[in-house]
């Protein structure tokens, strides 16, 4: 649902994303739902439907390029790999062992850029000095940009631009990404897990949820082949659902 159409190289064919990102965003998606459904259900005692499709989560996170079609009413400009249709440099350039994203993206922080690749008579230069005039120069001077970059590793540049203010990043692969010092400092710096053969064993016990609030558990309550949704009961409250709908549910 146009989201293969503007993610890989420019020169390329369309390419999946690395990740499930649909289902993720579907998952949030229907998340922040319930947890409006259950507001509302403590405000009036009203259940609420929800229906929440992959389709419709993928096409909302177009986003900016859908609301540019819908009001150009043009076809988008299609993939663009690391780069930024309208804005230059900004994109992925290579290093010597690796990538670096650069972020130059207005005339202030190209103009720092510039003087960070040694380079302050880009500013000055007409094919150079506005966005629109990089834009229009964008193959000339991403490949000036990328002959100086490769010239340094990756971690060497993240060097030079430190404190700069201008946006930069080293492009990690996932292992350095868990490994980084960020992340070792945050909720997802869990180091590498260790297998262990343990057997595995299933509880006896019925389902339940744990209220963070207060010190009790609600048994959830399972919904038989054959039951309409207006029959089920939400974490054991007294609040039927939208009574209107009567597809049939099954556990």
Known sequence: MGLMHITGHRDGPPAKVGVAVTDLTTGLYTSNSIMAALLTRA???????????????????LANLASSVLISGKPDTGRWGTAHPSIVPYKGFNTKDGNVMLGGGNDRLFGILCDKLGKPEWKSDAKFVTNADRVKHRDELETLIEEITTTKTTDEWLEVLEGCGMPYAKINDVKQTLEHEHGLSHAFGFGLLKKRETRLTFSKRSASAQHGHRNRTSRLRTCEAGQSASQVLLLGTQYPLAAADSRPTYR
């Open 43 to 61: 405000r009036t005692g009203k259940g609420q439907r929800i229906d929440v499709a992959l389709a419709d989560c993928q096409v909302a996170t």
